[in-house]
């Protein structure tokens, strides 16, 4: 016998030192992959290419790619999205097509925790964790205040929009 909640409980997905070493391997495949032909047919990730503000070193990385209100959206807990404030030229290589665009960091929480519940509106609840980074138990979607609880402050949007 199941019981269904009448309160959303949602976790923040935090990975764990195994998942980011298997990351960063897949990483070394995803790459060429989405730079090819075959990068067409794979809408949800995107290649987020930047300069390190400090180093001024060339990053490129994989990202999940989401679409809200007609702009590119990235959520992530990353250190590398430091690079990226105060607003940041990049380049997006997002269905096979490259393009300069303008990155946009939100880190204000209640803006952050905004965005994560528009985008549980549009993905399927169970596949969250994969999708957003946000284990949703229960069947309705957390309010704003239970997702910035979740989160804490430990992850970051980027806006992308054309330059």
Known sequence: MRTESREPIVRSFEPTAGFDR??????????????????????????????????????????????????????????????????????????????????ELIEDPHEVARIYEALLHEVVLSKAKLSIGLEVVGNKIPTEQQIEEAIGGRRGVVRLRPR
């Open 22 to 103: 298997m990351t960063r391997i897949g990483n070394t495949f995803v790459r060429p992959l989405l730079r090819s032909r075959f990068g067409k047919k794979i809408h949800d990730l995107a290649l987020l290419s930047f300069t390190g503000r400090k180093s001024g070193r060339r990053y490129t990385v994989p990202v999940a790619y989401h679409e809200l209100d007609g702009d590119g959206v990235i959520l992530t807990a990353s250190g590398w999205r430091a690079n990226l404030r105060g607003g940041a030229d990049v380049e997006v290589v997002h269905d096979g097509v490259s393009r300069p665009m303008r990155a």
